[in-house]
């Protein structure tokens, strides 16, 4: 007579261990796992549209072959309330922006407080770069599981690539090469302190004079051990998990102006007239406004209490525009030590633009971009590359970058450049 209510504990036992299993892979997958097979997903992105919408879509495609069954395999070391601060979110079209660092997040943060409504400017370039993360900018960090699952069904999910190399010297030209005391004062100050033996009292103190080589073994010791990770130099797909949120638009820096311009078409935003005028020229605005905030940072920064003299500071900012391919290799820096002392932000402004326009095509400044790089990882130790791509590997396979590039790992010839002399200029 007590057979009955046993089968009914077991039974209730056998349902509660169950609800536990799922409750726990719940949990390990975290809000950002939205296990959607294509045809589920809820977002109709037209890619029939144009050349570029066939790109995308085999980028995407490549991206859902690449992260099949992977997606607690390649869940990224980054905590959750770090990652919830890179996705920005707009209800009202419906749409999702993973921003990662060194892959176009300040002119897209800015871009995205227009689309949001956040901003009454009618080009990104009008809201000034250090106001990027300002404007009430709608993230996940506040937001519930259920809400975060709701949004990535019915949204449209964007994120930009960037060749990790690339990217991995961009941040260090951008944050430790130009003049960027804060910068210095905390990871430069790592950086060496973890990388550099016998390092003077100076360079302890500032952290102003990091090398490339440096920096590369910082992001490997970093990457390892999970100690002093900076964004600048977390791969991509640890800040925007490409393998949990199947993300709709994968659009990459290499290409930004064009898949700008699709995803504003697929959001309905192309009837914004001064805004597409922007993002046609996007080459030479973007151009114009690093110059204008890079002169301006320049000459603020640059105070009597650096070990960073003005004349090695402005060359700095000189070489940094010939690493982006704004002037040319052969464009010698102009300026005497009398004029260092006395140029002002206009004039210091001016003189970057005369250069650019002095530097031939825009096509043969951008081979600067891959002379640098070549220059740059020809320092570094084969063990320390092979490690390097090994840390980028999601990235490469998640968004379609070659992880052992012949220019690194196979170089044909000796790079004739100098472009990581300073005093060359």
């Known amino acids: 007579m007590f057979r009955k209510p046993k089968r009914l504990l077991f039974c209730g036992l056998v349902c509660l261990f169950l609800l536990m299993v799922l409750f726990i892979r719940s949990q390990e997958q975290g809000p950002f796992c939205e296990n959607l097979t294509d045809e589920q997903n809820r977002v109709a992105v037209n890619f029939q549209t144009s050349v570029v919408g066939e790109i995308l879509k085999e980028r995407r495609r490549n991206l859902l072959q690449f992260c099949a069954n992977k997606e607690l395999l390649k869940a990224g070391n980054s905590s959750e309330k770090i990652t919830r601060g890179h996705f920005v979110y707009d209800i009202k079209h419906k749409f999702v922006y993973c921003a990662a660092e060194k892959a176009g997040s300040t002119f897209w943060r800015r871009l995205y407080q227009i689309i ?7 080009s990104p370039f009008d809201i000034h770069s250090d106001s990027a993360l300002s404007g009430d900018q709608k993230t996940f960090r506040p937001i519930s599981f259920d809400f975060i699952h709701a949004l990535l069904q019915e949204s449209v999910k964007f994120v930009i690539a960037r060749d990790p190399f690339s990217r991995l010297f961009s941040g260090f030209a951008n944050k430790l ?8 004062a905390t990871v430069g100050r790592i950086v060496i ?10 360079s302890l103190s500032f952290g102003h004079d990091v090398s490339f080589p440096e920096l ?6 970093s990457e390892r051990s999970g100690a002093y990770r900076d964004g600048h ?9 490409p393998c949990q949120i199947k993300y709709d638009i994968v659009a990459k820096m290499e290409t930004l102006k064009e898949d700008t311009m699709f995803a504003l078409q697929q959001l309905n935003m192309t009837h914004v007239d001064e805004l597409m005028k922007t993002i046609e020229n996007l080459d030479e605005v973007s151009e114009l406004d690093s110059i204008i905030n890079t002169s301006q940072h320049t000459l603020q920064r640059l105070v009597p209490s650096l070990p960073v003299s003005k004349a090695e500071g402005l060359r700095r900012t000189w070489r940094s525009f010939q690493y982006r391919g704004y002037i040319g290799k052969h464009i010698k820096y102009p300026l005497s030590k009398e004029e260092e002392g006395t140029i002002d932000n206009k004039g210091l402004t001016q003189l970057f633009q005369n250069a ?8 043969s400044r951008l081979a600067n971009r891959q002379l640098v790089l070549q220059e740059a990882y020809g320092q570094i130790p084969l063990e320390d590359l092979l490690a390097l791509s090994d840390i980028f590997k999601t990235d490469c396979g998640a968004f379609g970058y070659n992880c052992k590039p012949d220019y690194i790992f196979k170089p044909t010839e000796n790079v004739q450049t100098n472009f990581l002399d300073v005093w060359s200029a």
């Open 116 to 122: 949001a409504g956040l901003s009454n400017k009618k």
């Open 233 to 241: 130099f977390i791969p991509i797909s640890d800040h925007c998990r």
């Open 356 to 363: 650019v326009k002095s530097s031939g095509s825009r096509k």
């Open 193 to 202: 302190r973890n990388t550099r033996k016998n390092a003077s009292k100076e």
């Open 177 to 184: 090469f130009e003049v960027n005391p804060s910068f210095w």
């Open 216 to 221: 590369v073994k910082y992001v490997i010791m």
